[in-house]
């Protein structure tokens, strides 16, 4: 593994007849940022506090540069927890100096970075109020600027985008990608997956406390069923009917939509097309990280 790489080793967790996690693992590298996507109840929030150490697991085991995560790296872990759980009556710049030097820091350098990160969040003007007086917004951009006043080594955020506008989702959006950049390793839950699709360099899906996919979202797009979009404006209803490993998804306009599994030739398909007439549009469409979610998880039993 390389230095500074957050590993999550097969860790499961029990909570009476609920298994919440079964040998869930992933891994994230310094510079890297992971999506963590689930439906709800997968399991995701337990496995951000097991590697935080908030909750034990019942086996498995959670490395930070190979080595089991004791209090030290503990401290220097940015965690922003789901439940927010800010101290809603303390002013904001006083929170944020006080969870500085609680990881460490000296009270004057606790005061700078928080002041620092107040004026980067656009938060300076509030610096003085109450965070129960801030929007919900607000509160989620000083929760950010909490995970991150002690400069943390790894960097956690459960759904962090949940409930931002547009505006603050791009500020969240670059502060996590500059954080990244730092060489820290970031990984946050979400349920946006055109977000996670955009912004992460890896996208894990979990399903039932088990990791069902991971890679980059490319080879994730590049694994699932390919579509194939095609114009041929001369060709019968029937054109594609026979072809090995094909079958109509949905034919409008004299184009067709096609899936292919793996059988499937799509020269065949090209030869086929072309012998009806002329072809306008041959092309195959990737699917989206949404459309690979739908078909990788199904309903989670309700809660
Ligand atoms: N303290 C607890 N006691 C009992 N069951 C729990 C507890 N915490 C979590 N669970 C169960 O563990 C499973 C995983 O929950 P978890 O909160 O990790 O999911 P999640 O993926 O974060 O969901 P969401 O997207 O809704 O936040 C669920 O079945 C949940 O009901």
């Not at 209090?71 to 927010?84: A, C, L, N, Q």
């Not at 904001?92 to 350098?109: I, K, M, N, P, T």
């Not at 890896?202 to 590049?222: F, H, K, N, P, Y």
């Not at 939509?257 to 030739?265: F, I, M, P, Q, V």
Request: charged letters at 25%; aromatic letters at 4%; a negative charge.
């Amino acid at each position: 593994m390389p230095e500074g790489a957050l590993e999550i080793d097969r860790i499961s967790k029990r909570y009476g007849d609920v298994v919440a996690l079964d040998e869930m693992s992933l891994t994230v590298r310094p510079g890297e940022m992971l999506g963590f996507v689930g439906s709800n109840g997968a399991g995701k929030t337990t496995t951000m506090r097991i590697a935080l150490g908030v909750l034990a697991a019942d086996s498995g085991e959670v490395r930070y540069n190979d080595a089991p995560i004791d209090r030290t790296v503990r401290s220097r872990i940015g965690y922003m927890p789901e439940e927010r759980g800010l101290y809603p009556k303390m002013r904001v710049l006083d929170q944020l100096q006080y969870l500085g030097e609680l990881h460490g820091l000296s009270r004057a350098e606790a005061g700078r970075t928080a002041e620092s990160w107040l004026e980067r969040l656009g938060l300076a003007e509030r610096r003085n109020d109450q965070l129960q007086k801030l929007s919900l917004g607000n509160q989620q951009r000083v929760q950010l600027a909490a995970a991150l006043v002690h400069d943390p080594a790894v960097l956690i955020l459960d759904e962090p985008f949940s409930g931002l506008d547009p505006v603050a989702v791009e500020l969240m959006s670059t502060v996590l990608r500059q954080t990244c950049e730092r060489g820290v390793p970031v990984v946050f839950s979400s349920h946006q997956l055109e977000l996670v699709q955009k912004l992460c360099d890896r996208v894990g899906i979990v399903q039932r406390g088990r990791m069902v996919a991971d890679g980059t979202v490319e080879q994730l797009r590049s694994s699932g069923p390919a579509d194939l979009t095609v114009h041929a404006p001369q060709a019968p209803p029937d054109w594609a009917d026979g072809l090995r490993g094909v079958s109509v998804v949905d034919t409008s306009g004299g184009r067709t939509t096609l899936r292919l599994d793996e059988t499937a030739d799509d020269q065949a398909v090209l030869q086929a097309a072309l012998s009806t007439g002329p072809v306008h549009e041959f092309s195959r469409n990737r699917p989206s990280l949404t459309d690979l979610f739908r078909n990788v998880v199904t309903e989670e039993p309700a809660e």
